[in-house]
């Protein structure tokens, strides 16, 4: 996964949200869990470049989210748990090219690649509808293809299938964690989507409580929701 921090405070307003962070992660996927407010979605939009640190050093995929942000969005994609928040055009092959705004693809090269997204998202017989009149499901499958047509290094997921039912939520968890030669990390309250991924972080206070394998992260979550 390439991801290193050490060291890393933010503070956000008047409260350091994260303190101290220090970790090293190289696995395919890695799961983030813990309580909300515990800092989770901060790491998360603090690694895709969302939100810069106060203090330490910060590396993904080799590069400094605060100082090389544009290069950096151009290897990831992040996902937030309400595809409301990343749907920007009118319908739906639309808003997927739109994603590959710059990308320097003629025409036919960029139909094709949105044609081919579409139909591995099941959204193939949906191209020409409104975005956003789409069930919450379709939605997120387009955030999804809006994010994978440009075949990023790495995706990072916050709550991804915080609003779906039981059968989108496993949908879109599938295309996740599916290998396509891209990395995950996975923001979750779900502890059985957690232990499919190959490592995990606890966040507990704004600081990492555990890493390593999820079964052992997860089962230290649960000993620490019992106190």
């Not at 696995?27 to 800092?39: F, K, L, M, W």
């Not at 939100?51 to 050093?57: H, M, V």
């Not at 995990?200 to 555990?210: H, K, N, Q, S, W």
């Amino acid at each position: 996964m390439s991801i290193q921090l050490s060291g890393v405070r933010v503070r956000l307003g008047e409260n350091d949200v994260l303190r101290n962070v220090s970790l090293d992660l190289d696995a395919r996927t890695g799961a983030v869990i813990g309580e909300n407010g515990s800092g989770k979605s901060t790491f998360a939009r603090l690694l895709g470049g969302l939100i810069s640190r106060t203090e330490g050093t910060v590396r993904v995929l080799g590069l400094d989210p605060g100082t090389q942000a544009r290069q950096l969005r151009r290897r990831t994609a992040f996902l937030f748990s309400n595809p409301d928040a990343q749907i920007v055009m009118p319908t739906v092959a639309e808003d997927v090219a739109f994603s590959l705004r710059g990308s320097g693809f003629g025409p036919d090269e960029l139909k094709d690649r949105v044609n081919t997204t579409l139909n591995r998202f099941g959204l193939a017989a949906l191209a020409e509808h409104s975005s956003h009149d789409l069930s919450g499901g379709q939605k997120q499958l387009l955030a999804l293809s809006g994010s994978f047509v440009r075949c990023p290094e790495l995706v990072i997921a916050d709550e991804p299938t915080a609003f779906l039912d039981a059968r989108n939520a496993r949908h879109v968890a599938d295309h996740l964690f599916r290998d396509t030669g891209h990395r995950l990390v996975l923001v979750t309250h779900d502890l059985t989507l957690a232990q499919r991924c190959d490592t995990a972080v606890l966040f507990a206070d704004g600081r990492i409580r555990t890493v390593g394998a999820p079964g052992t992260v997860v089962a230290e979550y649960e000993r620490m929701l019992e106190c």
